[in-house]
């Protein structure tokens, strides 16, 4: 089962132009948000309307737009997983399973009992899904749109609005079902965490254009989409407010570690996400002074990881938190860094921002 | 009850209860269909269509009643034509039905479009992706989730139905045990010596209705909006 895709769409701000082929197994979409990955999604499915191109899913034509062959979604047989799981809310769990059931094709059959078994919701079963978590949401809404018996799954950041807990846990979900299932899957994510432990073949895309495509290690080690990769590289920190400063900043406190950022505007004692993007740290073993960054917070190294780029990413543990910092194999060597050794994380006020994605 | 109630009050409200039922029940397909176009579609004359089924709101009710008599009277070509098939409007029940739904259908127009216009389009998508056409998108999802509204309009509906007086009376007069509403027997009671009494216990009964009606559709939109959210 092959689908070659090939989309034109143009824009005031923005323009689309790809050509790919997914062979079996999943691929993976890549980029920014903006670079397009979506629009190419929701063109496969048929949601999008207002391209060119043509799309096609073995020997069967999707969308032709020289054909004006325009199949509606319906008739695609195309399953989507989308970020918010969109289970729908007036029916239990099970009803939004067995939704597609009555529009299935009759040589299809899916095996509910295994799908069920696989994703662990049988127990949810008679639930609404207002009372569901996060993750379990998500697991429904993959089941339901297995259930479709589809051809191919298209899978929109799935894993986006969930914690990193829930990422860790549902992400073998998406490898069991493609082994297990056998059915292709075009999965678009920003996070080359996730690129890494799913993909078979990587399309990384940026501002409507196709950078590279091929094999995972080697994509994500080309030198344009590594420094893409490592923008998206971010950890958080859980932070008290505890003062207003005159000159324009607020004081945060993280255990015994305080921070300086651009005045947040919350009052004194509520708690506060930082945002903090590992390619804008600076590591060192000792404090510094003379230097112009406020914050620099203490802490140990927890571990070492190396990534396709070459660099190495140190997790510093500070206040109990992990927060990655990108350094280059160079700079490692120079700190002469060891698991367990302690050191100082240097953060700009200016680069950190107050985000939601704290746990809790 | 019809100890306290004389049989005139008495078939006055039973009136307006059938009146009102009926009318509630011929206007809402159509008004569902009306609200789905005007929430979902883009076409030309929208804004007129939007006008049209507003304008009953804002015209004077006995102008609404004289118009629904030129149009439907026993002698307009309209009129004759359907009486040819048994059906009169002019001076009966069923004139005043067709004056109520037509008085109750702006309301009822407008909060089943408020209910689709909350619904997410993004489940309308998701539904289309599992393989249903927009007819079962429509049949499975849209209307389900309409139903709030489509609850809150109709008792909404049949509560104005209920009190609609002036094309009432304008378009089927007042004649006791046939076209005889609510209101218009209190009207009646009142021009009369010595109608209050019969008057005031109909102006109790009004607003037992009418506060009831408000209180269900309340309940009714509030408990199944609860059930709903995600």
Known sequence: ????????????????????????????????????????????????????????????????????????????????????????????????????????????????????????????????????????????????????????????????????????????YFKKLNRELGIP?????????????????????????I????????VMANSKVARTANRAIKSTLTTRLVAHHSDGLSELQAANETLYVPSIDASIGTSVCLELVANDLILSTTKVDGISALNQVNGT???????????????????????????????????????????????????????????? | MSDWLGPNEWAAVLLSIKVAFWATLFSLPAAIGIAYLLAKKEFVGKQLLNGIVHLPLILPPVVTGYLLLITFGKRTPIGSFLAEWGIEFAFRWSGAALAAAIMAFPLLVRAIRLSIEAIDPKLEEAAATLGASRRWVFLTITLPLMLPGIIAGAVLGFAKAMGEFGATITFVSNIPGQTQTLP?????????????????????????????????????SRRMSRRLQS
């Not at chain 1, 040589?107 to 009992?113: A, I, L």
């Not at chain 1, 899957?185 to 409507?208: F, K, N, R, W």
């Not at chain 1, 070492?304 to 543990?317: A, H, T």
Request: neutral net charge; glycine residues 6%; proline residues 4%.
């Open chain 2, 184 to 220: 218009s027997a209190i009207y009646a009671f009142l021009q009369v010596p010595g109608g209050e009494s019969s008057a005031t216990k109909l102006v109790i009964i009004s607003i037992i209705i009418a506060m009831s009606a408000l209180l269900a559709s309340e309940w009714l």
């Open chain 1, 211 to 218: 950078v590279t495509q091929g094999p995972a290690r080697e």
């Open chain 1, 185 to 209: 899957m075009l999965y678009v994510t920003h996070s080359p965490q996730e690129v890494l432990e799913l993909a078979d073949h990587v399309i990384a895309l940026e501002q409507g254009r």
């Open chain 1, 301 to 360: 190294v927890e571990s070492i990881e190396n990534i396709p780029s070459g660099d190495v990413l140190i997790n510093v543990c500070v206040a109990g938190e992990i927060i990655s910092t990108h350094i280059t194999s160079r700079s490692l060597k120079k700190l002469n860094l060891n698991v367990g050794d302690a050191c100082v994380l240097i953060i700009k006020s200016v680069n950190i921002c107050p985000s939601n994605r704290c746990k809790g």
């Open chain 1, 1 to 172: 089962m092959t689908l070659s895709v090939s989309l034109q769409q143009s824009m005031p701000n923005f323009s689309l132009d790809v050509t790919f082929e997914a062979p079996s197994g999943i691929t993976v979409l890549f980029g920014e948000s903006g670079s397009g990955k979506t629009t190419t999604i929701n063109a496969i499915a048929g949601l999008l309307t207002h391209c060119e191109g043509r799309v096609t899913l073995s020997n069967r034509v999707l969308f032709d737009s020289d054909d004006n062959k325009h199949l509606k979604p319906y008739q695609r047989n195309i399953g989507y997983i989308f970020q918010e799981s969109r289970l729908f809310p007036h029916l239990t769990v099970e009803q939004n399973l067995n939704y597609a059931k009555r529009f299935k094709k009759a040589d299809k059959s899916v095996d509910f009992n295994h799908i069920v078994e696989l994703l662990g919701i049988k127990s949810l079963m008679k639930r609404a899904p207002s009372s569901l978590s996060g993750g379990e949401k998500q697991r429904v809404a993959i089941g339901r749109a297995l259930l479709s018996a589809p051809d191919l799954i298209l899978a929109d950041e799935p894993l986006a609005a969930l914690d990193g807990a829930r990422k860790a846990e549902l992400l073998p």
